[in-house]
Structure formats: structure tokens, C-alpha cells
């Protein structure tokens, strides 16, 4: 299986079977790996949807993929035990309608009017990772306010934030490949979090490259 793993900094990314493989020609934040049964290519997207979408996009075109897969970080937003979670569930946070009662959340590509609509996108099922199942919400933003972490947490029934993983999906589900991810917390989605972030970005990205190891492992 070909395997094409994206993260959006090269922290994330490097921790992932740290030091093998080979530079993929023309991508120098890219790299080939054969291991774990699988041809990986692991690379370094740049942060946001559109960075994520591009360089996979790009990626699957010259070199068609089995699998798209996220590794790397994320603020947790909900009362989920754990620190390293399997992404079941995918959503968009910032696709939707401004109105004057509030944001109103649309499934990307929707038409955003009248009753809101949001679909979450479905990943892979776990292969057995052990890790907690999560709900992603992602968009554009870094999020370090703890009233609008309630408001996507009560709002879309989810468990992290991050600004990436909700592209990926939606890309696969439109180039009818599968999608799985895993992500690990570096902070609350407060007032601390940018600090946080810095402070926990090295621990966190290792934890969720040892559970992506894992379930790479097991396809």
C-alpha cells in the first residue's frame, strides 16, 4: 500500500520513524519510507487547509495513494479522556453562514442558506491502535478562547481543534480515497494555549507519531 502522510510542520513530521528514508525528488520537505510493510511518503505541508489540500493534492497526482493520513497536534476542547486520539470524525468549523443570532455551521459545498447542515466526514476504521476516538473540528484559525472552544465543542460534538485535518478529509472523500489521522494535545484552546503550544509541540508531535507508527503497522 501507498501510503501518503501529511503534517503540517516539520516537528510533527520529523518524528515519524525519525531519520529513514530518502528525499523525494522535487520535494525537499518530502521523504520516501519503506517500512512497516508500506511505502510512506511523509510530508511537511505548511499550516492551514489550503497548504494541506495543495500539497496533497499535488502529491496524489504524481504519486496515487492507497491511504491519506495526518499526523501532528491539536487543542483539545472537550472532557475526552486522553492526550493521543484516533480521528473518527472530521468537520469544518469555519465553513458556514455569519448571521445576526451567530455562526451558522455548513457541510463544505453546501449552499449555506437557511437550516444548518454539517456532515462529518468518516475516516478509516480504527485497525486497532488502542488510541480513544475522536471528532476533529478544523479550520483557519488558531483557537485561544476558551468561550468559542465551547461553542465548537457543544456545537459539533467535538473533541480537538486543529487546521488541518478537516481539508484532508474532505479531499479524500472527493478523490474516493480512505482517510485516517492521528493527533495529540499541546494545549486547552485558551488564553495559555500559544504558549502551551510552544512548550508541548515536541512531546505531543512524538506521542502521535508513535500512535500513527502503530496504525500503519496494523493495515
Known amino acids: 500500500m501507498r501510503i501518503i502522510l501529511l503534517a503540517a510542520l516539520p516537528e510533527e513530521a520529523d518524528t515519524f520513524l525519525p531519520g529513514s528514508g530518502t528525499i523525494l525528488d522535487g520535494w525537499p ?14 510530508a511537511v505541508t505548511g499550516i ?7 500539497v496533497a493534492a499535488t502529491l496524489h497526482a504524481r504519486h496515487p495513494a492507497d491511504l491519506l493520513a495526518i499526523t501532528g497536534t491539536a487543542g483539545k476542547i472537550s472532557a475526552l479522556p486522553g492526550d493521543c486520539f484516533y480521528l473518527a470524525h472530521a468537520i469544518q468549523h469555519d465553513y458556514g453562514a455569519e448571521r445576526p443570532t451567530g455562526f451558522v455551521h455548513f457541510t463544505p459545498g453546501l449552499v449555506p442558506v437557511g437550516p444548518s447542515i454539517i456532515d ?3 475516516a478509516l476504521p480504527d485497525p486497532g491502535t488502542g488510541l480513544p476516538a475522536a471528532r476533529v473540528a478544523s479550520g483557519d484559525a488558531f483557537v485561544e478562547c476558551p468561550d468559542h472552544a465551547r461553542f465548537l465543542s ?13 481539508a484532508l478529509a474532505q479531499f479524500a472523500t472527493l478523490a474516493g480515497l480512505p482517510w485516517a489521522g492521528i493527533k495529540a494535545t499541546t494545549d486547552d484552546a485558551n488564553q495559555d494555549s500559544a504558549g502551551d503550544f510552544r512548550a508541548n509541540l515536541a512531546a505531543a508531535s512524538a506521542r502521535a507519531a508513535a500512535g500513527m507508527e502503530g496504525l500503519i503497522g496494523r493495515l
Do not use: F, P
Open 29 to 42: 520537505a518530502a521523504r520516501r519510507v519503506e517500512a512497516l510493510g508500506h511505502e510512506i511518503i511523509v
Open 48 to 54: 492551514g487547509k489550503v497548504n494541506l489540500t495543495t
Open 120 to 122: 462529518a466526514y468518516v
Open 154 to 166: 457543544e456545537g459539533l460534538s467535538a473533541d480537538v481543534v486543529d487546521m488541518e485535518t478537516g
